[in-house]
Antibody
């Protein structure tokens, strides 16, 4: 049974870079599937950030594309999120998840518990 | 930028039927957008209810169904139960590997 766990600083200063890691257990990320990040601002809805494949294919939200990088490390069975130049608007619970499906028919079938990142000085 | 629209809130009586919808600020939703529906309760990660318009995720009761109604995707709950009270989010595939969440619908069962 696949399990995902987010980790990283819970507090980031404005203008700095937010960095999170998702550690996957029970499944090798090099076996396939895309792996993604989703966030949820306090009291707000979910926002799709992007997905990555271990082979290098990566897709990003249009609104975050200029600031986000998602990458996979097969040696550690992890994937990561980096978001640059953060502001208070980036304060959110960040979830990592496994994406299944093909040709547009995608869904996230396994999720981490989420980690709250607050942007504040 | 195209916005995915959902009703902010909805209420249904126990045992009743409710249909939540998912539209676009510009254009119509079709099966080519592969609508997916997630259910989320407070403090929990979302779980998939429906994917690819009308396929129920594993373990989801058959009172949940998905469809295209007119120019929107729809999630119908037939015989609503108290534990269906949740936030429901739709996601549409926009092409080029990118998906977009709707703003979510808070469903109250009372």
């Amino acid at each position: 049974q696949v399990q995902l766990q987010e980790s990283g600083p819970g507090l980031v200063k404005p203008s700095e870079t937010l960095s999170l890691t998702c550690t996957v257990s029970g499944y090798s990320i090099s076996s396939g599937y895309f792996w993604g990040w989703i966030r949820q601002s306090p009291g707000k809805g979910l926002e799709w950030i992007g997905t990555t494949h271990y082979s290098g294919g990566t897709y990003y939200s249009s609104s975050l594309k200029s600031r986000v990088t998602i990458s996979a490390d097969t040696s550690k069975n992890q994937f990561s999120l980096k978001l640059t130049s953060v502001t208070a608007a980036d304060t959110a619970v960040y979830y990592c998840a496994r994406r299944r499906g093909s040709t547009g028919a995608y869904w996230f079938d396994a999720w981490g518990q989420g980690t709250l990142v607050t942007v504040s000085s | 930028q195209t916005v995915v629209t959902q009703e902010p809130s909805f209420s249904v009586s126990p045992g009743g039927t409710v249909t939540l919808t998912c539209g676009l600020s510009s254009g119509s939703v079709s099966s080519d957008y592969y609508p997916t529906w997630y259910q989320q309760t407070p403090g929990q990660a979302p779980r998939t209810v429906i994917y690819s318009t009308n396929t129920r995720s594993s373990g989801v009761p058959d009172r949940f169904s998905g469809s295209i109604l007119g120019n929107k995707a729809a999630l119908t709950i037939t015989g609503a139960q108290a534990d269906d009270e949740s936030d429901y989010y739709c996601v549409l595939y926009m092409g080029s590997g990118i998906s977009v969440f709707g703003g979510g619908t808070k469903l109250t069962v009372l």
